[in-house]
C-alpha cells in the first residue's frame, strides 16, 4: 500500500512540473549580429602637408663683358669662370589632389606649394694680366701692393620656394598600400645675389652688391608610397627629381667705379625626399553581409 501512495507522488509532482513548463513563453529567436567589414577607397578629393629635405645642384657659368664698349672680356689663364655646388636645406608646404580607383589602379592628379631653405654659393674671378689691370681690372695701369690680382664675384643663390602639378599612377599592393609613379610641371623661384669687388682706374678698391629673382619652370618625375591609416586619413613617402633648367642672373657690375660686368648663367637640379599625410574627403564605406 505503503508504495502505491509514493508512485501516486511522484506522477502528481511530475504532471506539475510540465504544466508549469508550458505556461513558460517560448525564448525569442535571436538572430546573429550583422557583419560589417571595410573597403577601403581611394576615390575623392584630398588635402595634406608635407615637410622634408632636399639636395639641390647648382652649375653655373660666369662671363665678363666692358659695360662702356659692350665689348666681351675674354677671361684670362687662371681665371675661375664655372662652379658647381651644393644647395640643400629643409622644405615644407602642402598638396591637394583627387584620386580615381579602378580595381586595384590608383589615377590622380596632385599639386602643391613649398616652401625651401635650399642655399649655397661660390666664388669667380677675373684674373689680372701681368701688372696692369688688363681686361679684367679695365683702365687699371698698375696693381696696389698686396692687392688681389683681378676682380672676383661670389654668388649666394637660394631657393626661395617651389611647386608641381604631376600626375599620379600607381598600383595596390594591398587594399590599404598604394605604390606609385608621378610626373609633370614644376616651378619655382631661385635668388641670387652677388658681390664683386675689384679696383677703379686709380687702384681704389671698390665692391658692389646685386640681386635679382628668377622664377622658372621645368619638370619633376618621382616615385611614393601611400597607405591608409583610417579610411580619410592616409601618410607617404615620397622621393622627387626637380630640373628647373637653366636661367641668368646679373648682370653684376663695378660701374661706374669701373666699367667690367658679370653675368652668371645657371642650371638648377634638385632631389627632394619628403614624408606627408593626407586627408580624404568623405565618409567610410563598408560592404554589409
Known amino acids: 500500500m505503503k508504495r ?11 504532471f506539475a512540473t510540465g504544466a508549469m513548463a508550458a505556461d513558460l513563453a517560448a525564448r525569442p529567436y535571436v538572430k546573429a549580429p550583422v557583419m560589417v567589414e571595410p573597403v577601403w577607397s581611394w576615390t575623392g578629393f584630398y588635402i595634406g602637408a608635407n615637410g622634408g629635405y632636399s639636395w639641390g645642384r647648382s652649375r653655373s657659368d660666369v662671363t665678363y663683358n666692358n659695360t662702356a664698349s659692350g665689348a666681351a672680356i675674354a677671361a684670362p689663364a687662371g681665371s675661375i669662370t664655372s662652379a658647381s655646388f651644393n644647395m640643400n636645406g629643409g622644405v615644407a608646404g602642402g598638396q591637394a589632389g583627387y584620386n580615381w580607383q579602378s580595381a586595384n589602379w590608383v589615377f ?10 635650399e642655399k649655397g654659393s661660390a666664388g669667380f674671378s677675373c684674373a689680372a694680366s701681368g701688372l696692369a689691370g688688363g681686361a679684367c ?3 687699371l695701369t698698375f696693381l696696389p701692393a698686396g692687392a688681389a690680382a683681378g676682380t672676383t664675384l661670389a654668388i649666394d643663390q637660394k ?4 611647386g608641381t602639378v604631376r600626375g599620379r599612377v600607381g ?14 610641371l614644376a616651378f619655382g623661384s631661385i635668388k641670387t645675389t652677388g658681390t664683386m669687388s675689384g679696383f677703379t682706374p686709380a687702384g681704389v678698391a671698390i665692391a658692389s652688391v646685386g640681386s635679382n629673382s628668377e622664377t622658372r619652370a621645368g619638370w619633376t ?4 608610397v601611400e597607405g591608409k591609416i583610417t579610411q580619410n586619413w592616409s601618410a607617404k613617402l615620397e622621393y622627387l627629381y626637380m630640373d628647373l633648367g637653366r636661367f641668368s642672373s646679373g648682370p653684376f657690375t663695378l660701374a661706374p667705379g669701373s666699367t ?5 648663367s645657371s642650371r638648377f637640379t634638385d632631389n627632394i625626399l619628403r614624408a606627408g599625410i593626407n586627408y580624404q574627403f568623405g565618409g567610410p564605406v563598408v560592404a554589409k553581409y
Open 108 to 117: 590622380g592628379i596632385e599639386g602643391d606649394l613649398n616652401w625651401s631653405g
Open 171 to 184: 598600383v595596390l599592393a594591398t587594399p590599404q598600400v598604394l605604390l606609385y609613379g608621378t610626373g609633370g
Open 4 to 14: 502505491i501512495v509514493i508512485g501516486i507522488a511522484a506522477a502528481m509532482s511530475l
Open 137 to 139: 681690372l679695365p683702365g
Open 159 to 162: 631657393l626661395e620656394w617651389f
Open 260 to 264: 667690367i660686368a658679370a653675368n652668371v
Open 221 to 224: 618625375v618621382g616615385v611614393g
